[in-house]
């Protein structure tokens, strides 16, 4: 295998392939898709994140307006926490349109996520959402096997490759060669949209938040060519394998259906079929029943909280809560938080684990289809996948208790023990400066490390992909016949 | 009839042709199952709010007899949007939004929008059911049965023969598009045959719309398959037009115009609307409370007998503040309602051009699982809220014992939607791209 043959295969391969004025009008036909989607990207995520940002600020404007009062109703009148649209979002939209960006954060409940693209859509979102991702995972890939599919096939059918291999090239050095002049083609089309995305990332170039988003873009870039790398050579490879161009193309394009509508979307069916996620109104019962044993603070006569009553008197040596040094009231909601957020969490993991389950046949898909595994890697990295999402979930979760338990605090502390119960009024209040004093919920970008532990699997399967394409090309330059 | 036997012999002789047709059955099948999964999870829901609900009652009922008002702070009831078996074979937005809606008398604004638990993997996955593989897969079909059906003559050689023996020789092409486009029509007819019996539909008028909009299009295609054969090129180039075409229709057209139309209309509304929700009730533990009581008399000018309690925590006032979310947002609710008309009005418009997403919008229709059939349910789960505040209030104020009240009436109910189809504006757009197709097709049917 001689290195300048490969090289004069390519060579030759890349001025064929862009000879013909159809090859340029694909390439103006995919600039043409490349701006657009970059400009709707761009747009989209910077009125989505003034949309939320200005939100927050609203809430929390009324938030801090809040007169003198009980502190039992500041955690009831809450906060709202407004997803961040990430900014590498504007290259890979992932499941960023159907992702709630919208939580009330209040104590005792655990409210939805709501306000999703999705919600104010109609059945046409379904159709998918053009993002420069797609534009790669989808598009390109088509194109990539528009050019190729007669580079060896062609040349099968019109006699030349008889004349190249008796004169001495080998088989190996025609396939190499071919395989990155596609590739070398392929970066033609890869680079503007590489362009594009380094550009938007300099233009919102954010200093306060560490997200990782150089090192993810690099991930996210080697990723793609290792892709491309796997196309192209695809391509070469059934070309070669074919009889004629016609029945390459055909093949090809079976292929790409396969891989690209049907397998995964039947993935997902799948695990959506075999693990069914259970009722909103199974899932709450089931907490309801938990927390009824384990103690209900509402109950007047519950047992836990009679016993924790009992065991505190004994050891402040009192008799009645309204001789106790605390708020005896404040006292009760704190452990009736604390008991009731740990049984949400047990369920909420629970459900969690049911939707890994479901997305899992997705993932191991990728073993056997390198389009899921960049379009994983892809969304991952760009902090729009499903594990982002589940983050901030936890994260306003987290920010929720902390709200509930911070005036639960107070409650015990300012509020004199003397008031029993109920948090209406002028006369048992506290100043509102405490409100300032509790800090502004702020969308924290999912770790660099948990996106890489989620993108692992697919990584390494693409890893796999490109190791078993080299396979490939070598397998079938000891098997290809001329004729 | 036996040149149509023959043409039928020569279409079906291939292995390819054969695995597409076995496949696309397969995948029908299994968009219908899936589909009735989708119905079955519904139904399993139905059943378990039932039984909840009575328990939920007695349970409620047990702890807070003496105090009515906190009784309804907790209890909640059920509201189904009942799902149209048809819903199986064009699940649309109905994965999305929740089916069965518990609400309390609260402000129903802070309830409106709260989502099911869904996975978003799934979501955007999107469905396999039975409408995908009539919009994405039958398509492909045509494409696969045809792409070569003048070219084949030319390339084996045939096609003089043709030309010299047969009457016409567009007819010749017309007939063998022909026995295609019934096979397809009779997989077609097998798959609503077997929709029928696994999703066990009734036979109704909008069944019919469903299987007629799909013959139409299914023709729509054999037109643009017929426009790209008729210009005699060679099978490779005819499969790869074809295919273009297709992912143009089907993906790039539809995939562009939701990036249009996401970055154009965005819903800042929804979000305001939740913000002033929020404060229109809390601000008013703070506010004076007779503003409060005489702002909900203005609401309910029957209720002004039960006066002005403003000393301590009353739960007159406290549902008057309750009331108050729902009556001060109503500025940004309404802001929002608008956006989502405009926003649902713009796509149908777009729609209206691209067969395919018009169809997906028309299935959705028909099951009732379209983006403005969830926004009536929403308004019908309005309805019913106001209907259980105005049997509650009168008695919270009264202060009436939760016992006095007979709870076995508050049954789950059942919202049935509507189908409203206006007839010539869901078959025009199919029959004029037909036609359309026919007519650019015609100079190059002289010259064949």
């Known amino acids: ?483 | 009839m036996m040149l149509y036997k023959l043409f039928l012999q020569q279409c079906i002789r291939s292995k390819e042709v054969w695995i597409s047709l076995i496949l696309i059955t397969l995948l029908g099948i299994v968009g219908i199952v899936i589909g009735n999964k989708h119905l079955e999870r519904q139904q399993d829901s139905i059943a378990e709010v039932k039984t909840y609900q009575e328990q939920h009652f007695d349970r409620q009922v047990s702890l807070h007899n003496d105090d009515l008002g906190l009784l309804l702070y907790y209890t909640n009831f059920a509201y189904i949007n009942n799902l149209n078996p048809l819903a199986g074979l064009s699940i649309g937005q109905s994965d999305i939004h929740p089916t069965v809606k518990r609400i309390t008398i609260k402000t129903f604004e802070a309830q409106k929008y709260d989502t099911d638990l869904v996975n978003p993997m799934n979501l955007q996955s999107g469905n396999l059911d039975l409408s995908f593989v009539i919009i994405y897969l039958f398509p492909l079909l045509v494409i696969v049965l045809t792409f070569n059906a003048v070219s084949e003559e030319t390339e084996t050689g045939t096609w003089r023969l043709v030309a010299i023996q047969s009457k016409s020789k567009l007819g010749f092409i017309i007939s063998k598009l022909l026995v295609r486009l019934i096979l397809l029509y009779t997989i077609l007819i097998f798959l609503f045959f077997i929709a029928k019996l696994i999703l066990n539909l009734s036979l109704d008028i909008d069944f019919f719309w469903m299987f007629g909009l799909s013959i139409l299009y299914i023709l729509f295609w054999f037109t643009v398959s017929f426009f790209i054969i008729s210009f005699k090129k060679s099978s490779g180039f005819n499969a790869l037009l074809l295919l273009s075409v297709w992912l143009m229709l089907i993906i790039l057209l539809p995939a562009g115009i939701n990036a249009y139309v996401t970055s154009k209309y965005p819903v800042p509304e929804a979000l305001s609307a939740a913000i002033a929700q929020r404060d229109g009730y809390h601000v008013k533990w703070d506010t004076d409370k007779q503003a409060t009581i005489e702002k909900f008399y203005r609401h309910y000018p029957q209720f002004k007998k039960y006066g002005y309690p403003t000393d301590g925590f009353n739960w007159l006032w406290y549902y008057a503040m309750q009331q108050m979310g729902d009556d001060d947002s109503k500025k940004q609710r309404d802001a929002f309602n608008k956006k989502i008309t405009l926003r649902e009005n713009k796509s149908n418009q777009i729609a209206s051009v691209i067969p395919n997403m018009h169809l997906q919008l028309a299935f959705n229709q028909l099951a009732g699982t379209s983006m403005s059939q969830q926004l009536e349910y929403l308004n019908a789960t309005d309805a019913f809220h106001e209907k259980l505040r105005l049997f509650f209030y009168p008695k919270i104020f009264e202060g009436q014992l939760a016992d006095t009240v007979d709870w076995k009436q508050f049954v789950p109910e059942y919202y049935k939607t509507k189908t409203t189809l206006k007839p010539m504006k869901v078959i025009a757009p199919l029959i004029i791209a037909s036609i359309v197709m026919i007519v650019i097709s015609m100079p190059m049917t002289k010259r064949l």
């Not at chain 1, 006369?427 to 770790?447: L, S, Y």
């Open chain 1, 1 to 483: 295998m001689q290195w300048a043959t490969i090289r004069l295969f390519a060579v030759h391969f890349w001025r064929n392939a862009t000879a013909p004025k159809s090859f340029y009008l694909l390439f103006f036909i995919f600039i043409l898709l490349t701006a657009y989607s970059a400009v709707s990207g761009i747009k989209n995520h910077t009125t989505q994140n003034n949309i939320r940002q200005e939100h927050q600020v609203k809430a929390r404007q009324s938030w801090e307006a809040n007169p003198d009062k009980h502190p039992h109703r500041m955690a009831h009148f809450g906060t709202f926490a407004f997803r961040i649209h990430p900014t590498l979002g504007i290259f890979d939209y992932g499941l960023e349109s159907f992702t709630g960006s919208t939580v009330f954060l209040e104590a005792h409940r655990q409210n939805s996520v709501n306000f999703s693209e999705a919600t104010f859509s109609t059945g046409i979102l379904r159709f998918g959402e053009l993002s420069l991702a797609l534009l790669l995972q989808l598009v390109l890939p088509l194109m990539l096997f528009f050019i190729g599919f007669s580079s060896v096939a062609g040349d099968k059918q019109n006699g030349t490759l008889k004349i190249l291999l008796s004169q001495g090239a080998t088989w190996k050095e025609t396939i190499f060669g071919k395989s990155i002049g596609l590739f070398a083609i392929s970066l033609l089309f890869f680079t503007p949209i590489l362009l594009v995305v380094i550009i938007a990332l300099l233009l919102f170039e954010n200093p306060i938040v560490n997200d990782f988003r150089w090192l993810r873009l690099l991930i996210i870039g080697m990723s793609y060519l290792v892709f491309l790398f796997i196309i192209s050579a695809i391509t070469v490879v059934v070309s070669a394998s074919s009889n004629a161009p016609k029945n390459a193309l055909l093949r090809l394009l079976g292929i790409w259906l396969l891989l690209v509508i049907l397998l995964p979307k039947s993935a997902q069916a799948m695990g959506n079929y075999w693990f069914p996620t259970p009722s909103k109104l199974a899932f709450q019962s089931a907490i309801e029943k938990e927390v009824v044993q384990k103690g209900d603070s509402h109950n007047p006569n519950d047992p836990h909280y009679n016993h924790l009553r009992d065991s505190v008197f004994k050891v402040h040596n009192v008799s009645k809560v309204t001789d106790l040094p605390f708020n005896y009231s404040g006292f009760v909601m704190r452990e009736g938080e604390k008991i009731t957020a740990a049984l949400y969490r047990k369920h909420q993991a629970k459900l969690v684990d049911i939707y890994k389950n479901q997305n899992n046949v997705t993932r191991f898909s990728s073993i056997i289809n390198p389009f899921t595994a960049i379009k994983l890697i892809s969304m991952t990295m760009s902090g729009t996948d499903f594990s982002s999402y589940i983050d901030f979930q936890d994260k306003t979760d987290d920010y929720r208790y902390q709200l509930a338990q911070t005036m639960n605090e107070l409650q015990m502390e300012y509020i004199s023990p003397k008031k029993e119960s109920g948090s209406e009024g002028k006369t048992h209040v506290i100043g509102h400066e405490h409100w300032e004093d509790f800090q502004d919920f702020r969308h924290e970008p999912m770790a660099f490390a948990n996106s890489m532990k989620e993108a692992f699997p697919a990584l390494l399967s693409i890893l796999f992909w490109a190791i078993g394409t080299m396979g490939l090309l070598l397998f079938i330059s000891k098997r290809a016949k001329a004729i």
